[in-house]
């Protein structure tokens, strides 16, 4: 792409109980005062949301268009039916719990492009969580995203912001979103490595805003170490995973049964912790490897 061309673009985010009018109205007046877009389109599909927002008022706006499912479809499908729908060059995936950091957003993805040729690439940006602590119940989510998340994604793709080319969704790439996974966790990472994507990391932050409460985290968690379980056999997987790597060492040394032991004695203290107004990240860390080595196991039994 040269330096002088326009990009045609379709922004996507797929909701789910969740209110994303401000989101889509920021997103929609950054692509109205961009110069280098030639055209955009803003795609906003709810999952079968239970409860009803104020979502409907953004089909209102310019080249924005708002659809409801009948049947949730999970997280993977519901990208790759967004895909199929858009009609511009280029991609970009934003989920629904977010919020524009600075109005350079839109132009700082544009420029990572402007310069590169993409051949089989994605481009994404940096996760941040306001600095203000949350109520009790939602402290472990903000704690983890500040800690860990935030800090790693330099080094790590997560979707929770990207773009992408249209055209690798087609036929002649067959590039998707595994549809079998219809739970959360690790989607992102089996997209990028299933496909031999190439990820390119931007200096491009965006706020994630939508905090779960203790429970649904960790239920959150527990349903991404089984995706990743079921993954675990893929070596380009378990190169990238820092639970594969450390329960494939703690088995060299026969000690993955005895780690797996303490952590079933462990867990309701464990689980105390994690819901307490001061949660360790360490032990959320150490209940993920434990739920790994314990599910592992019983897969295999």
């Not at 800690?147 to 249209?166: C, G, M, P, T, V």
């Not at 690798?168 to 997209?191: A, P, R, V």
Request: hydrophobic share 35%; proline share 1%; aromatic share 12%.
């Amino acid at each position: 792409m040269s330096v002088n061309n326009k990009i045609s673009l379709s922004i996507l985010i797929a909701c789910y109980n969740w209110d994303v009018y401000t989101l889509i109205k920021d997103l929609h007046n950054l692509c109205l005062e961009n110069s280098k877009l030639l055209n955009f389109e803003i795609i906003c599909i709810d999952d079968a949301s239970k409860n009803c927002f104020s979502n409907k008022k953004i089909s209102k706006l310019l080249n924005v268009k708002y659809e409801r499912l009948i049947k949730n479809i999970g997280r993977s499908k519901i990208r790759n039916l967004m895909a199929k729908k858009a009609k511009h060059d280029w991609l970009l995936f934003i989920d629904a719990d977010s919020k524009i950091h600075n109005n350079r957003f839109i132009s700082n993805y544009i420029k990572a492009i402007q310069y590169d040729i993409p051949q089989k690439k994605l481009y994404y940006g940096s996760t941040l969580y306001y600095e203000e602590k949350p109520k009790m119940k939602k402290i472990l989510h903000w704690k983890y995203g500040q800690l860990i998340e935030s800090k790693r994604k330099k080094n790590n793709f997560s979707s929770h912001h990207f773009l992408i080319e249209k055209k690798l969704f087609s036929k002649k790439y067959n590039i998707q979103f595994d549809d079998s996974i219809s739970t959360y966790g690790y989607e992102d990472l089996f997209f990028a490595i299933n496909h031999n994507l190439k990820t390119i990391y931007i200096d491009n932050p965006l706020y994630h805003i939508g905090l779960k409460d203790t429970d649904d985290f960790i239920n959150d968690t527990e349903h991404a170490i089984i995706n990743l379980i079921k993954h675990s056999k893929c070596q380009e997987i378990a190169k990238k995973s820092k639970i594969i790597k450390m329960a494939i060492l703690l088995e060299t040394f026969y000690l993955d049964k005895i780690i797996a032991r303490l952590f079933n004695n462990l867990k309701v203290l464990i689980l105390k912790n994690l819901h307490s107004k001061n949660p360790s990240i360490t032990c959320l860390q150490f209940y993920k490897l434990g739920y790994f080595l314990e599910k592992s196991r019983n897969r295999i039994n």
